[in-house]
């Protein structure tokens, strides 16, 4: 399972109810903010998350809108004794301006008080925890080196009790050392493989997030039957020109990759002031109706198949 938290949802400028790109991905005791546009810091505080274990930032591209909240959330950083260490990862593109930002602005030449590496990405594989992982692939924007991310849960085979039960393997290590993939040797003697106590290989949860995107016709075999696609909707149908000469997506545009991809979720961000929630929200029903429009503290956890929204409760509707 993965979870998700939107702590900004407007393109481009603020609103009074939205703020500039922001999201927490959460797997286990992994945290990764994807994004961070100004105001970040404050959200974080708002959606009563914290920033305990918020060291591993994902940046899509390297607009304004979605990396300007750096500068304030390192200067906080640097100042607060518990993140002993940031990561940054990101495209060229991306990585310069947030070097510039980081290293010209906030740093002017002095040498950060906490480690901070900034890791150029590429298309692939670039974290890997031990039952998941997170991959990068291109996207169409204005600028090169954009970039969408996959969070993939590792398919596994599961342990069948009924069937440890039924060949009196007796608790102890000989049942983790089969979860492990190997032969145990039991105390009376026998060997028993790992085919004899689990079950047919099951997939993971996979969760696709696509920040700013102009196209979606290269983005079908990526998406291909992910649990949920997370993905901008700038604009509505009436405004198609607009759209492309911004390299931005409708709202029936976004829905049409979810059909084409055959995902099973779709939540739309990065939308805009000029609309109103309930006209973007059904465009996209009227394509693909399993669609939601994320709101600034919404929570989702994200599983096979399903979606679930949790009550996150921000901290100043107490
Ligand atoms: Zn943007
Ligand atoms: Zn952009």
């Not at 950083?77 to 940031?86: F, H, I, T």
């Not at 204005?142 to 398919?155: A, V």
């Not at 009196?168 to 993939?181: A, E, K, S």
């Not at 009436?238 to 779709?266: C, D, G, I």
Request: hydrophobic residues 40%; aromatic residues 8%.
């Amino acid at each position: 399972m993965f979870e998700i938290v939107f702590l900004g949802t407007s393109a481009s400028a603020p609103s009074a109810h939205r703020g500039l790109s922001a999201q927490v991905v959460m797997h286990d005791e992994y945290r990764f903010l994807v994004d961070c546009g100004e105001g970040t810091q404050r959200q974080i505080l708002r959606s009563g998350l914290g920033f305990k274990r918020l060291n591993r930032i994902l940046i899509t591209h390297g607009h304004l809108d979605h990396i300007l909240g750096l500068a304030g959330l390192l200067s906080t950083y640097m100042r607060w004794e518990s993140v002993e260490e940031l990561e940054i990862y990101g495209g060229q593109w991306a990585l310069e301006r947030v070097r510039d930002l980081l290293f010209g602005v906030v740093l002017r030449g002095a040498s950060p008080p906490i480690k901070l590496n900034l890791y150029e990405i590429q298309p692939g594989v670039f974290i890997e925890g031990n039952d998941f992982q997170v991959s990068a692939f291109p996207v169409t924007h204005r600028g090169p080196d954009c970039y969408g991310f996959l969070f993939e849960e590792k398919s596994r085979r599961p342990f069948l009790p009924e069937m440890a039960e039924a060949l009196g393997i007796p608790p102890g290590p000989w049942r983790r050392m089969l979860v492990d993939g190997q032969t145990a040797s039991l105390p009376d003697g026998r060997m028993i493989t790992p085919d004899e106590v689990l079950g047919p290989q099951v997939a993971g949860t996979r969760l696709a997030h696509i920040g700013d995107v102009g196209r979606v016709d290269d983005l079908v075999s990526v998406c291909q039957g992910v649990d949920t696609l997370v993905i901008e909707a700038t604009y509505l149908e009436e405004e198609v020109e607009m759209a492309r000469q911004y390299s931005h997506l409708t709202a029936r545009q976004a829905a049409e990759l979810a059909v084409q991809a055959e995902v099973r979720n779709l939540i739309l961000t990065h939308v805009s002031r000029r609309y109103r929630e309930r006209d973007v929200l059904a465009e996209a029903r009227s394509v693909f109706p399993n669609t939601r429009v994320a709101r600034d503290f919404d929570m989702f956890q994200v599983k096979r198949t399903e979606l679930i929204e949790v009550d996150l409760k921000p901290e100043d509707d107490r």
